[in-house]
């Protein structure tokens, strides 16, 4: 496990005498992780301000850098079983360059008994449905947490919002995902809430399916 800040340092956190002599310090990479985060978490306003109302204000800087893996490279046959019609399609989400959607809800979100009621599975997946009829599950989680949100960067890179139940309350996560290099980081926010009710988010964001 890799734990590391945003904070915006030098690697070694000492300047090389080159560097002294110039004047000039090299510019952390990690400025530029937090630029890009914070611009993201801006388009997922909803989800930072409904968090806000159990934390108080964060932005990018507050996330810390707790692991680095590798992604699967395994890869199943299978179509993307919601139609347009279905009531989860506005939610998932289309890859920029055409390739399929992703989805984060339809395994939490399920439908019981004949009237179709929805209630929450207890586990979360991330699943990429490409447009050549492969499945690749991306993350997968337990009881422990859940997956609220998520949006393409960019043809290679997605991030997902959620958080995970620790004894001392719900932290926001952020799950960075390069699908070209098939490498995930992950970073918690430093900031927790014991009073967050776990399915508030959902319950905000799928209005029509009165989650249980």
Same mark, same amino acid.
């Given at each position: 496990?890799?734990?590391?800040?945003?904070?915006?340092?030098?690697?070694?956190?000492?300047?090389?005498?080159?560097?002294?002599?110039?004047?000039?310090?090299?510019?952390?990479?990690?400025?530029?992780?937090?630029?890009?985060?914070?611009?993201?978490?801006?388009?997922?306003?909803?989800?930072?301000?409904?968090?806000?109302?159990?934390?108080?204000?964060?932005?990018?800087?507050?996330?810390?850098?707790?692991?680095?893996d590798?992604?699967?490279?395994?890869?199943?046959?299978?179509?993307?079983?919601?139609?347009?019609?279905?009531?989860?399609?506005?939610?998932?989400?289309?890859?920029?360059?055409?390739?399929?959607?992703?989805?984060?809800? %339809? !395994?939490? &979100?399920? @439908?019981?008994? *004949?009237?179709?009621?929805?209630? /929450?599975?207890? +586990?979360?997946?991330?699943?990429?449905?490409?447009?050549?009829g492969?499945?690749?599950?991306?993350?997968?989680?337990?009881?422990?947490?859940?997956?609220?949100?998520?949006?393409?960067?960019?043809?290679?890179?997605?991030?997902?919002?959620?958080?995970?139940?620790?004894?001392?309350?719900?932290?926001?996560?952020?799950?960075?995902?390069?699908?070209?290099?098939?490498?995930?980081?992950q970073?918690?926010?430093?900031?927790?809430?014991? %009073? !967050?009710? &776990?399915n @508030?988010?959902? *319950?905000?964001?799928?209005?029509? /399916?009165?989650? +249980?």
């Amino acid at each position: 496990m890799v734990l590391a800040g945003f904070g915006l340092y030098s690697c070694t956190g000492n300047p090389s005498e080159d560097e002294k002599k110039s004047g000039v310090q090299l510019e952390d990479p990690r400025a530029d992780v937090v630029q890009r985060l914070d611009v993201a978490l801006a388009q997922k306003k909803d989800w930072v301000g409904h968090w806000s109302g159990y934390l108080g204000s964060f932005s990018a800087v507050d996330f810390e850098l707790v692991m680095e893996d590798s992604l699967d490279q395994y890869e199943m046959p299978e179509k993307n079983p919601i139609g347009q019609g279905d009531p989860l399609a506005p939610y998932q989400l289309s890859h920029p360059g055409g390739n399929g959607v992703v989805d984060i809800y %339809s !395994y939490k &979100v399920e @439908s019981q008994g *004949d009237e179709g009621k929805a209630y /929450l599975n207890p +586990d979360s997946e991330v699943v990429w449905y490409k447009a050549d009829g492969m499945k690749k599950r991306l993350l997968f989680m337990g009881p422990s947490g859940m997956f609220e949100e998520a949006l393409w960067l960019n043809e290679n890179e997605l991030l997902v919002l959620g958080f995970f139940q620790e004894d001392s309350g719900a932290r926001p996560m952020v799950w960075w995902l390069d699908l070209e290099r098939l490498q995930m980081r992950q970073y918690s926010l430093n900031e927790n809430s014991d %009073s !967050y009710p &776990v399915n @508030s988010y959902l *319950d905000l964001k799928i209005k029509p /399916l009165s989650l +249980d």
